[in-house]
Each structure stands twice: as structure tokens, then as C-alpha cells.
RNA sequence: GGGGUGGUAGUUAAGUUGGUUAUAACGCCGGCCUGUCACGCCGGAGGCCGCGGGUUCGAGUCCCGUCCACCCCGCCA
């Protein structure tokens, strides 16, 4: 072996021989991906992280006749080394370690197309083993079907294959792109500290006892929000971090409790400056990570707008997929107007806001529909297929579907009896209804509307094959979504929560309604949406102490526990705070939708199940009395 | 916290109305093979059917519980 690491040297990667090296000596590392044993000649396909390269043992080449055609034999032939090379050729299994010193061959007409090196192929000299391996767990093939339960067992198998490693290197790339791009812009990496007060109101924390300060706790940071506002304050200007967050909620396809954000906080800087600073970090985030210019997509360089109450009416969420249309459109106003429309259901809410029950100002029930339109086809069974999928929004309790006739009437539904022929026929214009097509209705409370119609839309489209299961199918439909109310109702009645964090400015031209209409107030807080993807979202933050006081005397109650939790903050605002404002990108999720990849486990090296475990660790773990006695704790239920 | 899907050889799957010895492919092991590249041919080993109860003459199959993984809702400023 060390003959191997230490004289020999390796001479290049397995990805890199091609025709033009013919002829030369080369020292290979590698793993071995396949054997292929025919009793004489042996052909292993080494690996490693750069490619794929054939060596081939051929006992044969001992003979300075077999080199003849070759242009005789090379100067580092040794016949005994070649044969020992041989035999342990006989020995060598899968995924083995293994090093050669060989010869590049032209492999003439028998090219392998398939690997970047498939025009040549190395005839060993001499070889090593520099370790044996254990069979797999499972077969390291691209193309992988294992359970991901066992994939997660043994990650570090599952990061050999190629598909992981792409992803990986990727990562690298979006890493380098976004400290190149940032650091030109201006912005300082400034770290910020993991281990911070915990705070209530927003995700849960992960809580680390203090052993110095028995009793007490750390919070391991939910994001560096408060520290960058006071690199601000502190004059530092322009910040970025690339800098892994942690929060104890339940996961998802696209949550993990640790993940990575590139976090962003400007002085002096308005809306549009954040976006234009954000919209180039992506372009070149692009190039480096799939060398794409979104100049072809967005050539203006610029990624439309649009604000969030236009979102919800149209989409239902603040996180579009604009790939597709099937937009949905609002039918509440239209209800009121017609009484209900003989609909006993559609009644009920109309009266409601004619009686006043109901303020029309902020219309917390609401009729919407979605037109499936006649090309999508789609069977009775298909449709009922569709309602099933619906059923796991909590409070979803059916979807009235009516199917549009040529005379425009409704068939198929349990509304066609009771609608008056002028509420139906005023309906399909609204919605802009033909013959065939298939709308679908959903009525009642506001949130649950939007919910359960966000989700329609997605699985129409997915059903319609509009755009794939996961994964971009080639199309980047980016967009930000602006000016959210910066309050929602709290749990008594005419009390006020901050909808995100209270240290959001509202928008200049609604700060005459924080005493009138709070409900009414937007606010400067944007998201930056992929494919309906949330990637990132952020806020220019309050800094003027008047404006302050007024958003605390809406929140009432919420201003000794924010002065309590938030007092260094206030503290600081009041010392010489510039206007500022900032954004973090979801780096795991902008790293899974560029990959392309299902889920955020794939672009995470050691990623965490639904359950928040580590498989190949097993952690977490139960400790030792002892450990817990120095941290004065102690485990109340059974583990 | 709620809903759904799944767990059978190392891996991926099949397994009928409950019925003799639980199948297959790939992988693995042995033998043969000098141009393969999904090498080929011959032979072989390999099973707590997730775990624990129950029903039954008899359970991979039916019932109850439980664990694990995945997907969704709540939650995630």
C-alpha cells in the first residue's frame, strides 16, 4: 500500500482519460463498482467520485507479442507484478478499495458510450487492495428502488452513487456562487451565535440545558432574525450567512428540523432593493449550479410580483405554482348579490353578510370555484378520486362539483336542482364556464376555503399532467408575494397577533388604519416563490420607535411579554437603528428544486426521518443518570 | 394531536377463500469461461413473514395492540 500512497501517486481521476491520453502511465484510486471475470481477462469498472473508468487485468500482456500491435511493450512492465496483479484480480469484490498503476488503451471501435472514459480503458501493471469491503446493504446502482428506511442506515453507501454526489456538488457550487455574489455585493459573512434565549411565539425551539446555570436553558436558534437586525444597528451595513437553523416542529417532504438558510439583512434599503439584490444572487445561483442564464426565462432580470391578497384570491395560498393556470375565482360578492341563487348553502352565507352578521369589509366566509376544464377529461370515478384527496384538510366536508351541459346547465351535481337558471347561468359566465367543463365549488370559513381549494388545484394539475409529481419539469416560475396584513384576529374578540413578527413595518399609506381597521393594515414582508415552493422570505423592519408603540397598542397585551422577550431589541432600535430590512432563502429546498430531487432528504448529506431520528446513529438517545444530575435534570415519563 | 400508505431472504417484490417444504429477480458464495461493459453458463447458501398478544386443528394470510418508515392536515414568524 504504501508503495501506492507514497511513491507512486495518483495521476488522475476516473472520470478524466480520454483517447488523447492513449499511451500514457497512470496511477488510478478507486472503488470498485462492477467485476466482470472471463476466467482469462478480468474487467473491473473503478470508481470514484469524478467517474467511472474500465481497468482491465489481462495475463496475456505479459508477453512483449501481445504489445506488438501497440507499438510494443511500456517501459514500466514488470511480468511478475502484471501476474500478481492478476490473481488478486481473481479476489477483488464490489465496492473493495483498491489502487492500479496501468497503461491507457485506445479501446478502438469497442467504445462504451455510457461513461465519459468509455473511449479508452487502463491495463493494469500493478495493483493494490487498500481495503476490503463488506457486501452492501443494497445495490449502489443509480436507478435506486431500496427503502429509504435502509438508504438512511447506511448513508454513507447511499451517498457513493452518482445521483448524490451531483446533488452534493451542487450544493458546493451554490455555496461558492452565493458567498462570490454576496461578498461583491457588499455584504460581510458575519456569524451569529446557535446557542441563544429562548423566545415563545413562533416554531418551537430545540431547548439545551445550562450545566453552568442549572435549572436553565438555551435555545438552539430558530434563525439569526434578532442578532443580524443588531449587525444593523451596529453600523455593519450589508450582512450575509450561510447558516444552519433549528426547529422542533413536525417535519415534511420539504422540513427538516436542522437546515440551511442564506440569510440577508440590508441597511438603507427599501422592498425593490432587497428583491433586485435577491433576483441577481438566483441568476447567479443558476449559472454556477446548472449553468442556465435565467436571462432566457426572465430576461428583464427580474421576477414578477404579486401581493399576497391577490395570491390568496386566485391560488388560495401565498406560495402559487404558476406553471399552471386554473385559477380560482372569488363567487362570494356574486352570491351576496343573488340571494344565495336558490343554493340552500349559498343562502346561508349571503344572509349572513346582508343580515351584518358578517363584515363584507373582511369576509371571513367566502364561496370560490374552479373550473377542471373539458380537454382534462377526467371520469366520474376520476373526479370522486380527486375529492378523496381532499379529505385529509381537517374540517373538509365535501366538494359540490357540477358539470357544464351545452345549454349550460348543470348536470352531475347536487346543485342543479336548487340553483335558479339566472344565479347558474351568471355563475358560468363568472367563471368563465364551457361546455364539458367540470366546476367545482367550495363555501364556508375563509382559511379552510383557500386550504382545501390550494390543494385542488395542485392535484388537477398533477392529474392533468400540467406539471409532474415532483420535480420542475424543466419550467422555473418564480415570483414574490408582497404586503400580507401585518395583523390577524387573536383568540378574543378584537384582539390582534402579529401575523410573523412584530418588528414588520406596515406599509406607509395604511398607517392611519392601525387605530381604525387593523385587519386592514399590509405590511413590507415578501416571499420569494419557486414552483410553489416557498425559497425564501423576509421583511423591512420596523425601525422608527413612534410607529412601534402604535403596532404594541394594537397587539395590547402581547407589549409587557415583547418588551420582556424583545427589550434588547427595543433597546437597540432606540440607539441609532438605520432603516433596514433583509430575507433568507431556504438553501436546502433551492438545492432540491435546481436538483430536481423528491424530497429535502436527498440534498441533505445526513438528513433526519419524519420522525425527527437519525437511523445510522440511532439518535436521539437516552443518556446516564449522571448526565442528567449535572444538568439538574430529570426524565419525568418512562423513555 | 389527526388521517392515509407500507414493513415477507442482503435488496426489490409475489404469496389465491386460512391448509403440506413460503416463491421470483437482483445481490452473495463455489465452479467454468480471454472482450465484457445489466457479461454468460452450471451449482449452492440464505427467512423470528417488523414485534407482542388473540381467534383457529392449523395464521405470512383473520382480529387487537405496538414499533418503525413514508405522505398529508394541524403546526412551521
Known amino acids: 500500500m504504501s508503495r501506492f500512497i507514497d511513491d507512486l501517486k495518483r495521476t488522475h481521476r476516473c472520470g478524466s482519460l480520454r483517447a488523447a491520453d492513449v499511451g500514457k502511465e497512470v496511477v488510478l484510486f478507486g472503488w470498485v463498482e462492477s467485476r466482470r471475470d472471463h476466467g482469462g481477462c478480468v474487467f473491473i469498472d ?6 467511472i473508468t474500465q481497468i482491465v487485468f489481462d495475463p496475456a500482456y505479459a508477453e512483449a507479442d501481445t504489445w506488438a500491435s501497440r507499438g510494443g511493450a511500456p517501459a514500466g512492465l514488470d511480468k511478475e507484478l502484471l501476474a500478481k496483479a492478476h490473481d488478486l484480480a481473481e479476489q477483488i469484490r464490489g465496492e473493495w478499495v483498491v489502487g492500479i498503476r496501468g497503461v491507457v488503451l485506445s479501446r478502438g471501435s469497442n467504445v462504451n458510450p455510457k ?36 438508504r438512511l442506515q447506511y448513508r454513507y453507501l447511499d451517498l457513493r452513487r452518482a445521483p448524490l454526489q451531483r446533488i452534493l456538488r451542487m ?58 437586525q443588531l449587525f444593523m444597528v451596529a453600523g455593519f451595513d450589508r450582512y450575509f450567512q450561510i447558516v444552519k437553523c433549528f426547529r422542533d416542529e413536525d417535519l415534511r417532504v420539504d422540513r427538516q428540523p436542522e437546515f440551511t438558510q442564506i440569510d440577508v439583512e440590508l441597511s438603507f434599503v427599501n422592498q425593490d432593493d432587497v428583491f433586485t439584490l435577491m433576483e ?48 380560482h375565482v372569488d363567487l362570494t360578492d356574486l352570491v351576496i348579490e343573488l340571494g344565495g341563487g336558490g343554493v340552500p348553502f349559498f343562502a346561508e352565507i349571503a344572509d349572513r353578510y346582508t343580515s351584518g352578521a358578517l363584515s363584507r369589509a373582511h369576509k371571513p366566509q367566502i364561496v370560490k370555484a374552479l373550473v377542471i376544464p373539458a380537454a382534462a377529461n377526467l371520469s366520474r370515478p376520476q373526479l370522486e378520486e380527486l375529492e378523496k384527496g381532499l379529505r385529509d384538510v381537517k374540517g373538509f366536508r365535501g366538494l359540490a362539483r357540477a358539470k357544464v351541459a351545452e345549454d349550460g346547465s348543470w348536470t352531475q351535481s347536487p346543485l342543479a336542482k336548487s340553483v335558479t337558471p339566472d344565479a347558474r347561468a351568471r355563475i358560468n ?35 392533468m399532467g400540467l406539471i409532474p409529481e415532483y420535480g420542475h419539469g424543466g419550467k422555473w ?5 408582497t404586503n400580507p396584513p401585518l395583523f390577524e384576529p387573536g383568540d378574543g374578540e378584537g384582539t390582534w397577533v402579529a401575523a410573523h413578527h412584530a418588528f414588520t413595518r406596515p406599509v406607509d399609506e395604511h398607517l392611519p388604519l392601525l387605530e381604525t381597521d387593523p385587519a386592514r393594515v399590509e405590511c413590507y414582508r415578501y416571499d420569494l416563490v419557486l414552483n410553489g415552493f416557498e425559497i425564501g422570505g423576509g421583511s423591512i423592519r420596523l425601525h422608527d420607535p413612534d410607529v412601534q408603540q402604535r403596532v404594541f397598542n394594537v397587539l395590547g397585551i402581547e407589549l409587557e411579554s415583547a418588551r420582556e422577550k424583545f427589550g434588547f431589541l427595543l433597546d437597540a432600535l432606540r440607539s441609532g437603528a438605520p432603516p433596514h430590512g433583509g430575507i433568507a432563502l431556504g438553501m436546502d429546498r433551492v438545492a432540491m428544486l435546481l436538483s430536481g430531487a423528491p424530497t429535502l432528504r436527498d440534498v441533505i448529506p445526513f438528513p433526519k426521518t419524519n420522525q425527527g431520528t437519525d437511523q445510522m446513529t440511532g439518535a436521539p438517545v437516552t443518556v446516564d443518570a449522571s448526565q442528567l444530575a449535572d444538568l439538574a435534570v430529570r426524565v419525568v415519563s418512562a423513555p
Open 46 to 51: 473503478l470508481r470514484d467520485r469524478e467517474g
Open 429 to 463: 359566465a363568472a367563471v368563465g364556464a364551457k361546455t364539458g367543463d367540470v366546476i367545482c365549488f367550495q363555501f364556508g370559513l375563509a382559511d379552510l376555503v383557500h386550504t382545501v381549494m390550494a390543494k385542488l388545484r395542485v392535484d388537477v394539475a398533477k392529474r
Open 477 to 481: 416560475k418564480f415570483l414574490w408575494v
Open 280 to 327: 441577481g444572487l438566483v441568476f447567479a445561483i443558476y449559472k454556477a449550479a446548472l449553468g442556465q442564464d435565467l436571462h432566457d426565462v426572465f430576461p428583464d432580470g427580474r421576477f414578477p410580483r404579486i401581493p399576497f391578497s391577490e395570491s390568496m384570491a386566485k391560488y388560495g395560498n401565498d406560495k402559487p405554482d404558476l406553471r399552471f393556470g386554473l385559477e
Open 171 to 228: 450544493r458546493h457550487e451554490i455555496n461558492r456562487a452565493t458567498r462570490n455574489y454576496l461578498s461583491d455585493a457588499g455584504c460581510l459573512e458575519l456569524e451569529t451565535p446557535f446557542l441563544v434565549k429562548y423566545t415563545p411565539g413562533g416554531a418551537r425551539n430545540f431547548l439545551v440545558p445550562s450545566r453552568l446555570s442549572q435549572g436553565k436553558f438555551y435555545a438552539l436558534a430558530e434563525s439569526p432574525q434578532l442578532y443580524k
Open 115 to 150: 461513461i465519459a472514459t468509455g473511449e479508452i480503458e487502463v491495463l493494469v501493471l500493478e495493483a493494490t487492495v487498500f481495503n476490503k469491503a463488506d457486501t452492501p446493504a443494497f445495490e449502489l446502482k443509480d436507478d435506486i428502488d431500496t427503502r429509504e428506511e435502509v
